[in-house]
């Protein structure tokens, strides 16, 4: 018993990586411009499908690479054409746009690549469990969480070190002063928005070659991401990765005692969050409350 | 100008209600509306057009649609034309698909319901049909109850039983692969009720139970529930999860290796769920409710599949043959039955047997009257990894059984059907 609980709290590890790795996205996007993007799942697919086009002429890796770029820059004109107008307005108005951005995306998917599923393979040196013990452990997971601890790695150094990262902190913090001081905000938010696009653009990729594709592969992974942001703290992206991490192994231990909550959990999980320290794990206080 | 950059704080309340309003994402849905003429004769689908069954709701509507098609080309039902209305149901929301239900029978005051893939929200559009006396076929919705405990006068169901499929494969499983089951159970009432059919089989055979997990609708991530199943070391894992649930779940059976330890196995298997799988997934023994490439001469069929193919580029699924043989068994029905009339038609249906260019599969094909199931073949056989012969013959027929050999008996289901005066 010991040793399923031990092996589940590795896979929820695994699966936690991948959830934190569309919340911190969908939490940066949120901190800077106070949009919370209900199509991030949305480029998700995009980002998968994207792929899957691209892996013929490119092959796997290739494709890894230019399918998250690509799903950025439709990121980028959907916030120059649409996003952009709805800032400064109450929050209900980015909820309604991108909502209905989700169904465009999700039903647009349908039409171009169908309804029905498609398979995606991974590199056959990946698709093997590298110890027969451990048998859940594939090369492929493996190189899931690699990728996405590299991104991470790459996402704090950009916003630590780097003079946009330190803007977008900044902004984050207290955007008024930070546009008083001469910042395009504008293009800041542009740049923002494009680099949690390509982040959700990335996880598709991933995805893909975990799960396949089907156009409402999203939704089921859109949750997770919103209670990480919920458990981890909103404004704090440690906390979200944290959050997703959080769920992940929740989720994970629970299957072994009560399969069927192993969804509920995260819920559950969320409510006691709220009750007892409202802000969540890491999240500043009053910082977006 | 700079208070018009910044946007307003986003505070933790607005994020609580976007997370429900998230929720509702995944089961609101488009509305569907079609054009229509006064007198002809109109029939309400109400199927999945979004969400997990997208693709089996989409292609019950192609079958339906060529059914259509082909009655009206030899002039309609009774001299009428016919007209299919498709609302989309959502994939599990049983709130929508009722309310859609009752807008096709009362706004667009349709002649005849036809839905649902999912069992749970076949369930609850047939209370609605049966409350407003619209004859009403269940193209894809398999728990028991539909034609069993719950019968209804103006139900009935084209695809089988969960019953039936426990039925059609629990012996093989258990002589050909072990006496030590573990299930992996969709957790709602077409999993539910398909488990009590495998394990009532099991313990009649003598075999036993490791496990049974229970897995919410539309889950992506089945790796804990895998690891449970293989530490429980059991002969076979009986994989009941269905759509897209099930390309996840063998997906990432075939990448943790467990085919290779434990022989992994099913009851129904669809084409649609076998074609979004990758090679090395396509693995075990299943039955298919209906399949395209069949023994022996059949021009019903060859016609059938090459209509399909014509209009969509694909082979025709068991979903395509459900919408197919749905609207002719109620063409032919009506033809019977001289009239529309919801009451007449259903005697009509009830003991008719399907002809040749609609059954389009051997043994005989008919609609039990005690309980308004039709009695329709199994094809029982293993997954093959590529095509055989065609791209999409990836499955291995090794046995067709007849409907009546493996349903139980009417008595057996608990219907006890009340036909109105």
New interface residues.
């Given amino acids: 018993m010991s040793?399923?609980i031990l092996?589940?709290i590795t896979?929820?590890l695994?699966?936690g990586a991948f959830y934190a790795l569309m919340a911190i996205g969908l939490s940066l996007i949120?901190n800077l411009?106070?949009?919370?993007n209900?199509a991030h799942g949305g480029f998700l697919v995009i980002g998968g499908y994207l792929s899957y086009t691209l892996t013929p002429y490119l092959g796997f890796w290739g494709a890894l690479i230019v399918a998250p770029f690509l799903t950025a820059i439709i990121g980028w004109l959907v916030e120059r054409l649409l996003i952009r107008r709805v800032?400064?307005?109450?929050?209900l108005y980015s909820?309604l746009l991108t909502?209905g951005l989700?169904?465009i995306i999700?039903?647009g998917t349908?039409q171009i690549w169908?309804?029905?599923?498609?398979?995606?393979?991974v590199p056959a040196a990946l698709?093997?469990?590298l110890r027969y013990e451990f048998?859940?452990i594939?090369g492929?997971?493996l190189f899931m969480v690699a990728m996405v601890a590299v991104l991470i790695v790459l996402l704090f150094v950009l916003l630590r070190y780097t003079r946009s990262g330190i803007r977008v902190r900044a902004g984050t913090l207290d955007?008024?002063t930070v546009?008083?001081l001469g910042i395009n905000?504008?293009a800041l938010r542009s740049l923002n928005f494009s680099v949690g696009i390509f982040l959700a653009g990335f996880a598709g990729v991933l995805?893909a070659g975990?799960?396949?594709?089907?156009?409402?592969?999203g939704?089921?992974?859109?949750?997770p991401s919103?209670?990480a942001?919920?458990v981890g703290g909103?404004g704090s992206l440690t906390g979200t990765l944290l959050g997703g991490l959080l769920i992940g192994v929740a989720?994970?231990v629970t299957?072994?005692f009560f399969?069927?909550a192993?969804?509920?959990i995260m819920y559950v999980m969320?409510a006691i969050v709220?009750l007892v320290r409202?802000?969540g794990l890491l999240g500043e206080e009053g910082m977006?409350? | 100008m700079v208070s018009r950059i910044i946007a307003r704080p986003v505070n933790r309340r607005t994020i609580l209600k976007s997370a429900a309003a998230a929720g509702a994402l995944q089961i609101a849905s488009p509305f569907v509306i079609s054009a229509r003429a006064a007198d002809n004769i109109k029939i309400g689908l109400d199927n999945p057009l979004t969400g997990t069954y997208a693709a089996p709701g989409k292609n019950e509507e192609i079958g339906c649609q060529l059914a259509v098609d082909q009655i009206n080309a030899k002039g309609g039902i009774l001299g009428r034309k016919i007209e299919l209305l498709s609302e989309d149901s959502t994939s599990g929301d049983a709130g929508a698909a009722v309310q859609k239900a009752r807008k096709l029978i009362e706004r667009d005051k349709i002649d005849f319901l036809v839905g649902n893939v999912n069992s749970a929200l076949a369930q609850a559009i047939a209370q609605v049909s049966n409350e407003k006396g619209v004859l009403h076929i269940v193209p894809g919705g398999h728990t028991d109850p539909i034609t069993g405990k719950d019968c209804k006068w103006n139900v009935f169901r084209v695809c089988n039983t969960t019953r039936m499929e426990a039925n059609a494969v629990s012996q093989l499983l258990y002589t050909k692969y072990g006496k030590k089951w573990h299930f992996i159970t969709p957790d709602y009432a077409f999993g539910h009720t398909l488990y009590q059919g495998c394990e009532a089989n099991l313990k009649k055979l003598g075999g036993t139970i490791t496990g049974n997990e229970l897995t919410p609708l539309g889950i992506t991530d089945f790796s804990s529930y895998l690891i449970k199943a293989r530490a429980a070391n059991p002969d076979v894992l009986v994989v009941l999860v269905q759509g897209n649930d099930m390309v996840n779940c063998l997906k990432q059976i075939s990448q943790f290796g467990i085919d290779k330890q434990i022989h992994v196995a099913g009851t129904q298997q669809e084409l649609e769920a076998v074609e979004a799988m990758p090679p090395e997934a396509r693995v075990g023994v299943w039955m298919f409710e209906w399949y395209w490439k069949q023994a022996g001469a059949n021009p019903g069929l060859d016609k059938f599949v090459s209509e399909i193919r014509k209009r969509t580029g694909k082979v025709p699924t068991a979903r395509t043959w459900f919408g197919y043989v749905t609207i002719h068994a109620y063409a032919l029905a009506c033809e019977k039955a001289k009239t529309i009339e919801a009451k007449t038609v259903a005697k009509a249906l009830g003991d008719m047997e399907l002809p040749d260019d609609v059954k389009c599969q051997p043994n005989k094909v008919y609609f039990r009257g005690g309980d308004h199931q039709l009695m329709l073949s199994a094809f029982i056989g293993e997954l093959m990894s590529k095509g055989d012969g065609d791209p999409e013959n990836l499955f291995k027929v090794n046995s067709v059984v007849s409907g009546d050999s493996i349903a139980p008996s009417v008595a057996e289901t608990g219907c006890q059907m009340q036909m109105p005066a």
């Fill in positions: 040793q399923l092996f589940n896979n929820g695994i699966v949120l411009s106070g949009v919370i209900f800032y400064g307005r109450d929050p909820l909502f989700a169904f999700e039903d349908r169908g309804a029905q599923g498609l398979p995606v393979s698709s093997k469990p048998f859940f594939t492929y997971r955007l008024e546009s008083a905000v504008r995805a975990q799960l396949g594709l089907d156009p409402n592969m939704d089921g992974l859109l949750m919103f209670i942001i919920i909103v989720a994970g299957a072994v399969p069927s192993s969804d509920a969320m709220l409202p802000r977006l409350s």
